[in-house]
């Protein structure tokens, strides 16, 4: 921008959302929404369970002890501080599994947000910047993507190549851009036709210059919301594979895993599926509730 | 209206084709069918015949057009596990997807519309407070995990339904809740925008001010233009439910399409993977095009633009 500092159409006037962009604006609004504080302290807990993982988890979540299988949790009459959420049907600890199960969760939510959202978000700018046949293109890909069932294609893809953490993670990334490049898109249409746009258009700058430099931190608050819902629901998904046998393999902690491993003693022992499906359901509460919180801080007009 | 009809049509169909090119890679790329066909274990000679009989050592382009001809002309081909012609074992299947599709979106619109409009009408107090509540907690909840607490209350704890199977009504019940709940949460909130945008527009205004009554002035007037978008949404949404029916049918047994992408998927039976996949996005296509074109007949704006 130094070499056009002297024009005035380069210092257009600060909009709202440029304003509310500012670390004291953005800190007061944040604390200003309590749905955003709830879901930062919850999404908060789940991080600091996998990041502390080592030092909070009483047992190896891995070591099985056939001779302490399938104990309740501490609130029933049978259970122990030894095993403060029981065991599984092989007797390893619940809580030590389900304390390890955040990290693959997080792992899975971060990778696969890092994958379709550079994907997506590489397609949607450009589409949006370029328009007319690029436009027309990228669109047709959008559309034909969204047309095939994430599911089913994740559940063929993992099947064929075999399930592994790894392989979870490059699927669900090569599938799940659609949102990134439809979100970016229409962004990248709104804020093209601006004036500070054209004004480093007219300065010289280069294309790749313009669409990182002047179109992608101006489009960068939407970005953020879409990612934080995508990857919520990257983890429900991968839960989901996993739950269905063809995601992440045992004998890893998967929550989803561990719901699928416990089905067949659910009857007896609810609480197996219900702390793995509570931990799953709290972490992408928070996480939601993150991406709603900081549409609403990002855009006050969106929600009356 | 009849020139954006016929280039959403020309989309339509290129989308088509492109992903039964993807079907058929995905599945022929990811796999060798020939080794699939002849089973495991099978002797060297015996999968080099199943290659030349099948035409599996073609080039690929040659056996895609092959196969996309085959198909248009209704032969889906052999199930490999089931034994069976892969068009006859759709057509038993598809009613009860169809079934638990529709009765999910039914349910869906149930309890989005008078959720979304009540959220509108009275934003900002508790009632909003709690339909941003169910819509958040939808979002959050693993269908699958909500489908086995379902279980546990209605069929361990009051044994008022069936755990699994597809013969009576009452087994599709807890399916078209666990689905139906799925989908509710996009839907509610666009009732609820659509109604507070309605509401605070200038014809309601004017009908207030003519001394229309509340009540009278949201449902004649408000609803009828916020329910709209709702509508087309609803049919996106379908063709989601039919992908994501999946993990349903497959925890309750459900003996529809989805239960049987997953037995397809599970026993390696690339033709019936193949023609599920194929088959649900060609509904999505139809739906989304659907869709778009009642958005387009309602709203001239579109049309032009």
Known sequence: ?304 | MLAYSAKRLGLAILVALLVSAVAFALLRLSGDPALAIAGEGARQADIELVRTTYGLDRPLPVQYLDWLWTVARGDLGQSLYFRTGVRGLMADKLPVTFWIGGLSILFALALSIPLGVLAAVFAGSWIDRVALAVAVVGQALPTFFFALVLIMLFSIDLRWLPVSGSDTWAHFVMPTIALGYYVTPPMMRLVRAGMIEVLSSDYIRTARAKGLSGASVVFKHGLRNAVVPVVALAAVQLGYLLGGSIVIETIFALDGLGYLAYQSITHKDFPVTQAVLLLLSLIYVLLTLAADLLNAFLDPRIRVS
């Open chain 1, 1 to 304: 921008m130094d070499g056009t500092a002297t024009t005035p159409a380069t210092t257009p006037a600060p909009t709202p959302a440029e304003v509310g962009l500012s670390p004291p604006g953005v800190l007061r609004r944040v604390l200003g929404h309590p749905g955003l504080v709830a879901g930062i302290v919850l999404l908060g807990f789940c991080v600091a369970m996998a990041v502390l993982a080592p030092l909070l988890a009483p047992h190896d979540p891995y070591a099985q002890n056939l001779t302490q299988r399938l104990i309740p949790p501490v609130w029933y009459e049978k259970g122990s501080w030894a095993h403060p959420l029981g065991t599984d049907n092989l007797g390893r600890d619940y809580l030590s599994r389900t304390l390890y199960g955040a990290r693959i969760s997080l792992l899975i939510g971060l990778s696969v947000m890092l994958i379709s959202g550079l994907i997506g978000t590489a397609l949607g700018l450009v589409a949006g910047y370029f328009g007319g046949r690029v436009d027309l293109a990228v669109n047709f890909i959008i559309t034909a993507r969204l047309a095939m069932p994430v599911v089913l294609v994740a559940l063929a893809v993992v099947a064929m190549i075999g399930g592994s953490l790894l392989v979870v993670i490059m699927t669900l990334g090569l599938l799940k851009w659609d949102r990134f490049a439809v979100v970016m898109r229409s962004a990248t249409m709104q804020v093209r036709g601006l004036d500070y746009v054209a004004a480093a258009e007219a300065a010289g700058a280069g294309r790749l210059r313009v669409l990182a430099g002047e179109i992608l931190p101006n489009v960068f608050p939407h970005l953020i919301v879409v990612a934080t819902v995508e990857s919520g629901s990257a983890i429900l998904l991968e839960a989901a594979l996993s739950f269905l046998g063809l995601g992440v393999q045992p004998p890893l902690p998967s929550w989803g895993l561990m719901i699928a491993e416990a089905k067949n003693f659910m009857f007896f022992s609810f609480w197996l599926i219900a702390i793995p499906g509570t931990a799953l359901a709290a972490l992408v509460l928070g996480i939601n509730m993150v991406g709603d919180g900081l549409r609403d801080v990002f855009a006050p007009e969106g929600r009356a």
